[in-house]
């Protein structure tokens, strides 16, 4: 069943969303469901007129989407009218899917996709107006990006939903949630198996990749007497005892697809909040506000330590890093160089 309310909204008020130039006339909701577009109404950009047919979609992700937008194609074939999508707003992703399936799209934000023949108007607009929550965040909610997490690590494996809530260490009724929203988002899909797959790597990587600043990580700052960065980070090593650790940031970049030169802090995540006060006195280190040469995190998240590895240093040995995906997403939201250091990282050992 179709929100009628919705409908009603977007007739009083997608004429009034549209890009200059462009009008919509007769606007005529329709009662929709077996064979019946929602809305029928003639687009008009210049001396041109399009008879157009109209199917509505106001939730759910791009896989639903993408069928909505298939509906209105099949109205259109019917009808000999033109096919369009309508919405509250559509983002990126949404409005790449609607030019892949051929539609034209419209919503009360004021995005705009048109093309037929030679007449093409299009009209972006990048932030959401209606200031709802962010659809993908519980998708990416601390626990629930350990699954993202795993899938971005190996994206050519298939896995069985089971598998996967071990392997990210998450509950399988959670596991069940989230792949559910993946496959309705088009990041994931299901073979005939059951088996499940990456759909969109790129998509998934990047949808992550905008919800990470919002993590709540904790920071501590300190100064060591040491002479050297390598100094400092052997005296790590030497001290670490039993005390889980891993590089990230400039530190691990450095180890494992160095770019920046010059690189005078050495930067770990320890595994709890209790582990700071005796890295401190292990290491002798001076608690400082800024400008120190040490730099220990305690992650929003277990997940962070997923998949660390050993590096090789010449100068110290063996050090542990974080993967590369995240030392990707700490880099990536670092001030200073760090966005430049990311994607130098992405292009060698990602490939996404």
Known sequence: MKDTQFSALLASQLPGSLPE???????????????????????????????????VQN??????????????????????????VAG??????????????????MDLAGNFYFK???????????????????????????????????LLTDPNKTWLLGELSQEAKVSLGQTHKVIDRMVEEEFIGRNEDVKLTLKNTAALFEAWKKIY???????????????????????????????????????????????IRGITRVQFYVQQPADIEQWKKTLELQ???????????????EGVFYKKRMISSPAVGNVPVVSNIQLYMDLFTNPGRGVEQAEHLRGLKLKL
Request: charged share 20%; hydrophobic share 35%; net charge neutral.
């Open 21 to 55: 130039g462009v009008t919509l006339e007769g606007y005529k909701a329709g009662p929709g469901g077996f064979n019946r577009p929602d809305a029928q109404a003639v687009l008009k950009t210049g001396d041109k007129e399009f008879p157009v047919v109209i199917e």
């Open 59 to 84: 939730a759910g992700g791009t896989a639903s989407l993408r069928e909505t937008a298939r509906q209105a194609k099949e109205y259109g074939s019917q009808s000999g009218n033109t096919p369009f």
């Open 88 to 105: 509250r707003f559509f983002g990126e992703r949404a409005r790449q899917v609607v030019k892949e399936e051929g539609v034209g799209l």
């Open 116 to 150: 037929q023949g030679d007449t093409y108007v299009e009209k972006i607009v990048e932030k959401n107006p209606f200031s709802q929550k962010i659809v993908l965040k519980n998708l990416f909610s601390p626990v629930s990006s350990r699954i993202t997490r795993v």
């Open 213 to 259: 600043p919002t993590y709540q990580q904790q920071k501590f700052t300190f100064f060591s007497y040491r002479q050297g960065y390598m100094a400092i980070l052997a005296s790590v090593l030497e001290n670490s005892g039993n005390r889980p650790f891993a590089l990230s940031f400039f530190s691990g970049a450095d180890l494992v697809a160095p770019f």
């Open 287 to 301: 608690e400082i506000e800024s400008g120190g040469n040490v730099e220990l995190y305690v992650p929003y998240d």
